[in-house]
T-cell receptor, first 111, second 111 residues
Framework: DAGVIQSPRHEVTEMGQEVTLRCKPI?????LFWYRQTMMRGLELLIY????????DSGMPEDRFSAKMPNASFSTLKIQPSEPRDSAVYFC?????????FGEGSRLTVL | KNEVEQSPQNLTAQEGEFITINCSYS?????LHWLQQHPGGGIVSLFM???GKKKHGRLIATINIQEKHSSLHITASHPRDSAVYIC?????????????FGSGTQLTVLP
């Protein structure tokens, strides 16, 4: 298996633009997580899906952030409109039976 | 006070030294992960444990549930072990089995 696949790896955009990050979990994994990592706050959970259903989105910063998982093999994290403080590395991870696998991350820079 | 505390924050060692990184948590947990993040940014789960000890190569992880403490040991350290090591816990209570992260330990192993 190719592991958890995230795209894009790097994104530079201007404030106010819409950003969409994508994640393909490992086949057969039933849980998917979106995390954000910044120098100031470290790693933080944004949202967690189990069997494609959002279970806990309490980490989503505000209404500008939304996440979907339309099927077991694809999830998106959207930021609209983006702001400079959204600049971070966004990680997707998938899990089965406790083993957790991270994607390489999407580095977002909002100018 | 953070729910997960790691020490030390930074650690520099000479190649071959025995290394210990500590993690203390203040809440009830169901399991704990040790993660490794290399300078390139990718995150790998080294161990997940809920009791006792696990060993993988030169890495050993222990957990004491009663004392709310876990340690990660690296024997015969090597420069390629240089990375950030992150402790993360699954909190027992709450609406979701999601990870709460420590702030990480930056390890540098000098040749």
């Amino acid at each position: 298996d190719a592991g958890v696949i995230q795209s894009p790896r790097h994104e530079v955009t201007e404030m106010g633009q819409e950003v969409t990050l994508r994640c393909k979990p490992i086949s057969g994994h039933n849980s998917l997580f979106w995390y954000r990592q910044t120098m100031m706050r470290g790693l933080e959970l944004l949202i967690y899906f189990n069997n494609n259903v959002p279970i806990d989105d309490s980490g989503m910063p505000e209404d500008r952030f939304s996440a979907k998982m339309p099927n077991a093999s694809f999830s998106t994290l959207k930021i609209q409109p983006s702001e400079p403080r959204d600049s971070a590395v966004y990680f997707c991870a998938s899990r089965v039976f406790g083993d957790l696998f991270f994607g390489e991350g999407s580095r977002l820079t909002v100018l | 006070k953070n729910e997960v505390e790691q020490s030390p924050q930074n650690l520099t060692a000479q190649e071959g030294e025995f290394i210990t990184i500590n993690c203390s948590y203040s809440v009830g947990i169901s399991a704990l992960h040790w993660l490794q993040q290399h300078p390139g940014g990718g995150i790998v789960s080294l161990f997940m444990l809920s009791s006792g000890k696990k060993k993988h190569g030169r890495l050993i992880a222990t957990i004491n549930i009663q004392e709310k403490h876990s340690s990660l040991h690296i024997t015969a350290s090597h420069p390629r072990d240089s990375a950030v090591y992150i402790c993360a816990v699954y909190i027992s209570s709450g609406s979701a089995r999601q990870l709460t992260f420590g702030s990480g330990t930056q390890l540098t192993v000098l040749p």
